[in-house]
């Protein structure tokens, strides 16, 4: 099982980023028994959830900081997950990482760093 990461990079504040998370050695049937999620650690802090949802969409989170600007998705014939992130703050840098979590089992990508920067 892998989670890869793609899609960060340097932004200025108020930018947009679109985060994609390819998961690779899922059956679809599995896959969509993962509830997939993004967290973000910056230096010096402790990782934190960013947001999660489950197949069913019956779970959708979100870190109260990014409600409104970030914006999580799945599709699950293509086993990957997405993060838009819209109206980019400083505060917003961190490394992101994909996650996908059964309860049971849990998987995390290698991360993708995101710095928001004038």
């Known amino acids: 099982v892998q989670l890869v990461e793609s899609g960060g990079g340097l932004v200025q504040p108020g930018g947009s980023l679109r985060l994609s998370c390819a998961a690779s050695?899922?059956?679809?049937?599995?896959?969509?028994?993962?509830?997939m999620g993004w967290y973000r650690q910056a230096p010096g802090k402790e990782r934190e959830l960013v947001a999660r949802?489950?197949?069913?969409?019956?779970?959708?989170l979100y870190l109260d900081s990014v409600k409104g600007r970030f914006t999580i998705s799945r599709d699950n014939a293509k086993k990957a997950a997405y993060l838009q992130m819209n109206s980019l703050k400083p505060d917003d840098t961190a490394v992101y990482y994909c996650n996908a979590d059964r309860g049971d089992r849990k998987y995390w990508g290698q991360g993708t760093q995101v710095t928001v920067s004038s």
């Open positions: 949802l489950s197949s069913s969409g019956g779970e959708l």
């Open positions: 050695g899922f059956t679809l049937l599995s896959f969509t028994t993962y509830v």
